[in-house]
């Protein structure tokens, strides 16, 4: 039997083994935290999603950043100025988070809440 996204992400998480798996880990967290519905997918052979009522964001990792792309960001109020990647295109914005950055932990809840109200028509 195939593995569940959520115990891909598992998976993910510790096969990352460093600084990008803590912070996926703790953006994951955030995320539940922010929308208890939230539903874990696991797309494109091997990025971690994010959904409810649509996809809120991709949980990228590359070796200097974690990418978490927002699929509607455009549509999202930003007042944190959390969006620092993808800013140039009509639809999607993304946050790259590097080892040395601080996280605002609650812009980022905001934010997650904002995607889930405009998938569900809120």
């Known amino acids: 039997m195939a593995d569940s996204p959520s115990q891909l992400i598992d998976e993910r998480i510790v096969e990352l083994g460093d600084w990008r798996?803590?912070?996926l880990a703790r953006v994951r967290?955030?995320?539940k935290e922010a929308d208890p519905e939230v539903e874990e997918t696991w797309k494109w052979r091997g990025v971690p999603v994010w959904?409810?009522?649509g996809m809120i964001c991709t949980g990228e990792t590359?070796?200097?950043?974690v990418k978490l792309t927002f699929a509607k960001g455009a549509s999202l109020p930003d007042p944190?100025?959390?969006f620092n990647s993808s800013l140039g295109g009509n639809t999607r914005r993304a946050i790259d988070i590097h080892e040395e950055d601080d996280l605002d932990e609650p812009a980022l809840k905001e934010l997650i809440r904002a995607a889930v109200e405009l998938n569900t028509g809120g």
Do not use: C, W
Request: hydrophobic letters at 30%.
């Open 62 to 65: 590359y070796k200097q950043v």
């Open 80 to 82: 944190a100025g959390l």
């Open 29 to 31: 967290e955030l995320i």
């Open 51 to 53: 959904e409810h009522d």
């Open 21 to 23: 798996g803590d912070t």
